[in-house]
């Protein structure tokens, strides 16, 4: 199975604060039809996840753009250019190229 | 407006079974899979798998074949987890989230259902 270490497992940060979470891959997530199938969730307390990225780097609709995602292959960066209070929570990238569909272990977001 | 709309929380006894549904609108049901998802009290997410809606065909995760269950009640929208035989590590809220078929993006999800598992 894909395993997926998301680092830091915390982030504290204030608001306005740019912060990155990283996401690394045991094997390549380039499937043979040249998609990178990589999400990024936000699951905030108490709610289901929602998605903010997809396919490694394009923004889900309504996300604020402060979000932002890159890599290729097995590294993998979530960028939040100014956080904002509504930001805190915890943050899971997701593969689904290789069956079993795996999930990183989540990085929680703090605000100071 | 696309909604998945799970069923309420359930409190069962080791060994019942249970069955949680989840309702899509807004959306073509047949133009995105259904997938399960398993979060433990204060854990991470878990895969569990997931059914083709226009096929009815299931995948089970491997912790999750045997006692889990996915069907379709396609004509009303509908997704179902059947669990039998209950056990006390079953005790978590069971997500559904919608995938598309072409750029793998989980963009809705049920809102949860809780299910506990106590004698």
């Known amino acids: 199975d894909v395993v997926l270490t998301q680092t830091p497992p915390t982030l504290s940060a204030t608001i306005g604060q740019s912060v990155s979470i990283s996401c690394r891959s045991s094997q390549s997530l380039l499937h043979s039809n040249g998609n990178t199938y990589l999400n990024w969730l936000l699951q905030r307390p108490g709610q289901p996840p929602q998605l903010l990225i997809y396919l490694v780097s394009r923004l889900e609709s309504g996300v604020p753009n402060r979000f932002s995602g890159s890599g290729s292959g097995t590294d993998f960066t979530l960028k939040i250019s100014g956080v904002e209070a509504e930001d805190l929570g915890v943050y899971y990238c997701v593969q689904s190229t290789h069956a079993p569909l795996t999930f990183g272990s989540g990085t929680k977001l703090e605000i100071k | 407006q696309i909604q998945l709309v799970q069923s309420g929380p359930e409190l069962k006894k080791p060994g019942e079974s249970v069955k949680i549904s989840c309702k899509a609108s807004g959306y073509t049901f047949t133009d995105y899979a259904m997938h399960w998802v398993k979060q433990a009290p204060g854990k991470g997410l878990k895969w569990m798998g997931w059914i083709n809606t226009y096929t009815g065909k299931p995948t089970y995760a491997d912790d999750f074949k045997g006692r889990f269950v996915f069907s379709l009640e396609a004509s009303a929208s509908t997704a179902n987890l059947q669990i039998s035989n209950l056990k006390n590590e079953d005790t978590a809220t069971y997500f559904c989230?919608?995938?598309?078929?072409?750029?793998?993006?989980?963009?809705?999800w049920g809102q949860g259902v809780m299910v506990t598992v106590s004698s």
């Open positions: 989230a919608r995938r598309h078929y072409y750029s793998g993006s989980f963009d809705y």
